[in-house]
């Protein structure tokens, strides 16, 4: 990636010598010699009077002397500043070739856009640069540009949902870096600076809704409440059509469910499944709804059977279920259901599903969810005493120690090794305690 810049004056000097003239030969009547002298040495600015002049002059002696040569003269138009733009379109390119890797030449880009007066062009690239980090995952990073993006958004004119793009981006940031002052911070400086008429009536709703969420996780559900209001009142009755009325309607739900009102909660997600089961999409919302069901309903001590059912049913129709963020602790929740309910085989479908959960989780690294379904695979397994199962889940244990997704000193080690101890069988025991030593070690 070049970041070279040819000043006009030394252009216009290479195409007059490919064409074999004088100085005397481009100034014409209208300017001297020795302003195009001083024009090529970069001396003088090339006005654009002055580049008419000298195109018109060089035309003119072209023609009268039959001249042949391969020679754009229409590129002594190109000035300084267009070159900027030229480079700024190729490192924008240059950014959705290489990624994150083209933050190495961001101080050459810089240098011409501070030197041309381009702030405006500062917002895309920032921009862009740090949806890359963001895709990547470094959120940190990504973070620190969509700041310098949003920044110099507000000092330019710039398209409004260009800015409310940045706007809900960063604060997606901020809430992946659990830096949730700083989401409402950032929402409710953009919201007060900006009439809401002006704002895309979508990402008005995005931003709303990503407030609603943060209020929710900061366990201010009033003032989340209040927010999910704001979003039904924008929408109106077009929100029924639109996925946002599902998030927003469990959000509200669990808003509920977190104040103790877990009827209204419940009422809330019931009616969140009958409309998506009716459109038959949103399949993994529909899982959700269903998962919501069941974890209320079994603190509220219904018969969740039916709705077990269901949510095992959907799950085996949805391919990408296992991919969703909160698979396994959808997971936990069905195994949890079926061992406090009458369905079928509840036992071994409560396993299965602990263990489904525990499988997911490895991979997106959740200790939480992994910590709640070994516990309760252990502690159902023992009671079976089934030594083929214990085994198995010994197996599982062990390799979540080498992943150090459980900590050696946790509570279902020494579940598993009180249980070998009560058996005597001692080689398991010292087994255990050796491999718990060397993960120390």
């Known amino acids: 990636m070049e970041f070279g810049i040819i000043t006009q004056g030394y252009r216009l000097r290479e195409i007059r010598k490919k064409l074999e003239l004088k100085q005397e030969d481009v100034s014409g009547n209208e300017i001297t010699r020795n302003l195009v002298s001083m024009i090529e040495t970069d001396k003088a600015t090339l006005t654009e009077k002055a580049a008419k002049v000298i195109h018109g002059n060089l035309k003119d002696v072209i023609k009268k002397r039959n001249i042949k040569c391969d020679v754009n003269i229409d590129e002594i138009f190109i000035t300084e500043k267009d070159q900027a733009e030229e480079i700024f379109t190729r490192y ?16 050459n880009m810089l240098f011409l856009l501070n030197k041309y007066n381009m702030n405006s062009n500062k917002v895309f690239m920032y921009k862009k640069l740090a949806e890359n980090f963001e895709t990547s995952g470094k959120y940190e990073k990504a973070l620190k540009y969509f700041n310098l993006a949003n920044e110099f958004a507000v000092m330019s004119n710039i398209d409004h949902e260009v800015h409310e793009e940045i706007i809900l981006s960063l604060t997606h940031c901020c809430s992946e870096l659990n ?71 469990m959000i509200k739900g669990n808003c509920y469910r977190e104040k103790g009102y877990y009827s209204r909660a419940l009422s809330i997600h019931k009616k969140i499944y009958n409309k998506l089961s009716k459109s038959k999409e949103n399949s993994i919302y529909e899982i959700l709804a269903l998962a919501n069901i069941l974890e209320i309903g079994r603190i509220l001590e219904e018969d969740v059977v039916e709705y077990i059912e269901l949510i095992i049913n959907k799950i085996e129709e949805t391919n990408e279920f296992d991919d969703y963020n909160l698979a396994g602790e959808i997971c936990n929740i069905i195994a949890e259901a079926c061992e406090n309910s009458n369905i079928h085989d509840a036992d071994n479908q409560s396993i299965k ?46 390799e979540l120690l080498s992943l150090e997704l459980l900590m050696v000193n946790s509570k279902v080690v020494m579940i598993l090794l009180g249980y070998y101890m009560s058996k005597e069988e001692l080689g398991k025991v010292q087994g255990i305690i050796k491999y718990c030593e060397e993960r120390v070690s």
Request: charged residues 40%; aromatic residues 6%.
């Open 92 to 107: 924008l390119k240059y950014i959705e070739e290489i990624g994150i890797l083209a933050e190495e030449k961001l101080e």
């Open 179 to 249: 830096l949730h002052e700083e989401v409402i911070r950032v929402i409710d400086k953009y919201m007060d600076n900006n009439e809401e008429r002006d704002i895309t009536k979508s990402n008005h709703i995005k931003i709303l809704y990503n407030k609603s969420v943060t209020l929710k996780l900061m366990k201010r559900y009033d003032e989340a409440l209040d927010t999910l209001k704001k979003i039904q009142i924008s929408y109106s009755k077009k929100i029924t059509d639109n996925n946002m009325f599902i998030k927003s309607e």
């Open 353 to 398: 599903y602990y263990y489904k959960a525990l499988e997911l989780s490895k991979n997106k690294k959740n200790k939480a969810v992994i910590d709640v379904a070994v516990s309760r695979i252990l502690d159902k397994v023992i009671k079976k005493e089934n030594s083929s199962e214990i085994n198995d889940i010994r197996g599982e244990i062990l």
